[in-house]
Nanobody
Framework: QVQLVESGGGLVQAGGSRRLSCVAS????????MGWYRQAPGKTRELVAA???????NYADSVKGRFTISRDNAKNTVYLQMNSLKPEDTAVYYC??????????????WGQGTQVTVSS
């Protein structure tokens, strides 16, 4: 019941910045966390950053200090501000929303992904 629409991907030079946005709609009252994952060719999908409904954040070690995740509850939107981009950040970035059905039982929704390409 949750739909995620991503935007903001594209081509950026190394050292540059870009902001991704993800708008959630549908049964959003049950979302307990939102985040960003990425998957590069030949690699598994990995967590980039996440933020819970309580405001706690978590980042992959590879992006700490460079990326910032934030939420705008009024707009039902989560953002990923990416600074000091590196070629190794190149990947398809997926928005994720975790819906809690009941305590301990969650369901993940995914956006279709947006390509971020960092050129050297």
């Amino acid at each position: 019941q949750v739909q995620l629409v991503e935007s903001g991907g594209g081509l950026v030079q190394a050292g540059g910045s870009r902001r991704l946005s993800c708008v959630a709609s549908g049964t959003i009252f049950s979302i307990t966390a939102m985040g960003w994952y990425r998957q590069a060719p030949g690699k598994t999908r990995e967590l980039v950053a996440a933020v819970t409904s309580g405001g706690s954040t978590n980042y992959a070690d590879s992006v700490k200090g460079r990326f910032t995740i934030s939420r705008d509850n009024a707009k039902n939107t989560v953002y990923l501000q990416m600074n000091s981009l590196k070629p190794e950040d190149t990947a398809v970035y997926y928005c994720n929303a975790r819906q809690t059905i009941f305590i301990g039982h969650d369901y993940d929704y995914w956006g279709q992904g947006t390509q971020v390409t960092v050129s050297s």
